[in-house]
């Protein structure tokens, strides 16, 4: 079958960096995504990896592994506004988006 | 004899980004685990020297800044290569030496990382 697992809530301090980490197991692969998503809104695009590597933004970092199905976002210098749910968001053979419950991300001052 | 697991296999990354390569002893533990990198039709070149614990030691030529060397248990050691770029597209190849069935000195070889930096 085709699952997603990352962690449903995570706490972590202004300023502070944080990782979220996700382990997917999909029929074929076509990349990931990590999505955000504020409660009440659409989920808006941060990344998409589909190759072996860490990719650095300039607050947020994405980490992809295929041969391990194992994918992180490495969030830094957090903001309250970055207070929001991550999703992980493998692509199946059929470029079809498996959407899982995401990590529901809370930062306090 | 015994077993030096190497991952990935096989990479294909963007330039500019970073590649984590890791190399596992899996029935013995390494003291010592040696990188190289290999060109096409050129001999293996040894990178650096990484001792469980202790800093690696680079050959002359090598970035240390680039080619950042873990080796934080017996078992395990990691090569990343920062901000690659198409130059850096090579075979890197790890092999391990440690006690037991390694104490007479014998080197047991990874099954190399081709990686491809686009």
């Known amino acids: 079958g085709q699952n997603i697992d990352q962690p449903t809530e995570m706490t972590a301090t202004e300023g502070a960096i944080v990782q979220i980490n996700c382990t997917y197991q999909?029929?074929?692969?076509?990349?990931l995504f990590w999505y955000q998503q504020h409660a009440g809104e659409a989920p808006t695009f941060l990344s998409y990896?589909?190759l072996d590597c860490l990719e650095e933004k300039v607050r947020f970092s994405s980490f992809l592994s295929r041969y391990k199905g194992y994918s992180y976002i490495l969030l830094k210098e957090l903001q309250m506004k970055d207070s929001a749910s991550y999703l992980c968001?493998?692509?199946?053979?059929?470029?079809?988006?498996?959407w899982g419950a995401g990590t529901k991300l809370i930062i306090k001052p | 004899g015994a077993v030096v697991s190497q991952h990935p296999s096989w990479v294909i990354c963007k330039s500019g980004t970073s590649v984590k390569i890791e190399c596992r002893s899996l029935d013995f533990q390494a003291t010592t685990m040696f990188w190289y990198r290999q060109f096409p039709k050129q001999s293996l070149m040894l990178m650096a020297t990484s001792n469980e614990g202790s800093k690696a030691t680079y050959e002359q030529g090598v970035e240390k800044d680039k080619f950042l060397i873990n080796h934080a248990s017996l078992t395990l050691s990691t090569l990343t290569v920062t901000s690659a770029h198409p130059e850096d597209s090579s075979f890197y190849i790890c092999s391990a030496r440690g006690g037991g069935l390694g104490e007479s000195g014998e080197l047991f070889f990874g099954e190399g990382s081709r990686l491809t930096v686009l």
């Open positions: 990896n589909v």
């Open positions: 968001v493998p692509m199946d053979s059929n470029y079809q988006l498996i």
């Open positions: 999909t029929s074929g692969f076509n990349g």
